[in-house]
């Protein structure tokens, strides 16, 4: 979702003070967890708080929002954070500690809320991180879903 830096300000300040946002989902990154349309709650959190598997809502370089799975930190010449889509064959950029906005608390579809501590949203974040094959054969299925040849 592309954000000039005017909206990049008025997301964090509305974290700031109600302690939480609400996103709609865009894309199929993060499929079959998030879905297009699906409502994203984010709060606030502190580095210490980050969890191998946890949501992260984070601003990248050319303006836009992510919510992609933290797999884990590197270090270069500070702390990085390295994230990844669900259906994503490869990490993002590394991100620095400035561009995190918040970590997902939960999703609503339709009518259900989704939270983020349910077991079976834990257990499959830490297998689409272990198991990269569970992410080629998404992506193979939305793109043949979505009428795109490999």
């Not at 000039?4 to 964090?12: F, I």
């Not at 370089?61 to 994503?88: E, I, M, S, W």
């Not at 834990?122 to 054969?137: E, F, H, K």
Request: glycine share 6%; net charge positive.
């Amino acid at each position: 979702m592309p954000v000039d830096k005017v909206s990049l300000q008025l997301v964090t300040q509305l974290m700031e003070k109600r302690g939480w946002i609400e996103l709609p989902a865009r894309g199929t990154s993060m499929y079959p967890l998030i879905k297009q349309g699906d409502i994203c709650r984010f709060v606030p959190t502190e580095a210490a708080h980050i969890r191998k598997g946890d949501i992260l809502l984070f601003h990248v370089p050319l303006g836009n929002l992510v919510a992609h799975r933290f797999a884990q930190c590197v270090k270069k010449d500070h702390q990085q954070y390295l994230c990844k889509g669900d259906t994503n064959l490869a990490y993002d950029e590394a991100i620095a500690w400035d561009q995190i906005i918040g970590r997902m608390t939960w999703i609503q579809r339709d009518e259900r809320i989704i939270h983020v501590t349910e077991l079976a949203v834990y257990l499959w974040g830490r297998l689409v991180l272990a198991v990269p094959l569970i992410s080629l054969c998404l992506r193979m299925y939305l793109n043949r879903r979505e009428g795109i040849k490999a």
